[in-house]
């Protein structure tokens, strides 16, 4: 069952709406130093709380299909159609699932060190990934008040490593216009990962910003840039209104 997720708004509410989604164990303030760019540019921004984080209601239940479903259900209660979404590890993972299942209401993915999940069956352990990596980011994550459940992160966590065939063959699917952020070789997320997962997105694009996984904390600058020139280039998004993305 769907949640009604807490969220914050800013910018002019008839901007071209923008959707932040965060990664396991943060919250809708991880945005905060980036929000601004995106209202000057004159995009309405929604950054929201997963289920387990911030705000947000926590069930015990932290199913990827649930997480997902909490974002459409955001997506219909804030009537937002041909909404940007901008999301961060598993924040990446719910916006690429949510669009494939409602892309009338998404216009476009911008995916920060998404957390794609492993190709192969047979496995459950964290192949491809270097555990000490995963712990840094934690680590990262761990620097300020915990304000999520715990059980959500370590349930995404099991999700997120094991190995999901379905998800990868729907990535040819995806008719948005798809922008891919890899944190480079630091990251917990391999970066061979992310290109596999472009190249089998139609016409995603693929930027590595070598910094780890917290790309948009580690290098605010350079994300925003990415981001901006991204969304200023796909002049086929549009508003909810119909009108186009403000250059």
């Not at 480079?184 to 016409?203: F, M, Q, V």
Request: glycine residues 8%; hydrophobic residues 45%; contains cysteine.
């Amino acid at each position: 069952m769907a949640l009604d997720l807490g969220y914050r708004q800013a910018g002019d509410p008839a901007g071209a709406p923008v959707l932040l989604l965060h990664g396991s164990g943060s919250n809708a303030s991880t945005w905060d130093r980036f929000t601004p760019r995106l209202t000057e540019a004159g995009f309405r921004t929604i950054a929201a709380d997963l289920r387990g984080h911030g705000t947000s209601p926590r069930p015990g239940d932290y199913a990827l299909t649930s997480i997902r479903d909490d974002v459409l259900a955001l997506l219909e209660t804030l009537d937002l159609r041909n909404a940007i979404v901008i999301g961060h590890s598993v924040g990446g993972h719910a916006a690429l699932a949510a669009a494939l299942v409602a892309p009338d209401r998404i216009a476009g993915l911008v995916l920060e060190d998404l957390a794609a999940p492993p190709q192969q069956p047979g496995s459950v352990s964290l192949r491809g990934i270097n555990p000490l990596q995963v712990l840094a980011a934690i680590a990262g994550i761990a620097t300020v008040r915990r304000d999520y459940d715990l059980r959500a992160v370590g349930s995404i966590l099991r999700q997120l490593t094991r190995p999901d065939p379905l998800w990868w063959e729907q990535l040819s699917e995806v008719r948005q216009p798809t922008l891919i952020l890899s944190g480079g070789p630091t990251s917990c997320i391999p970066p061979k990962r992310l290109a596999e997962a472009t190249a089998a997105i139609p016409g995603a694009r693929l930027t590595t910003i070598p910094v780890g996984h917290r790309v948009h904390s580690l290098a605010p600058d350079r994300f925003a840039t990415e981001v901006l020139t991204f969304l200023a280039q796909a002049d086929d998004l549009v508003t909810s209104q119909g009108s186009a993305v403000p250059q």
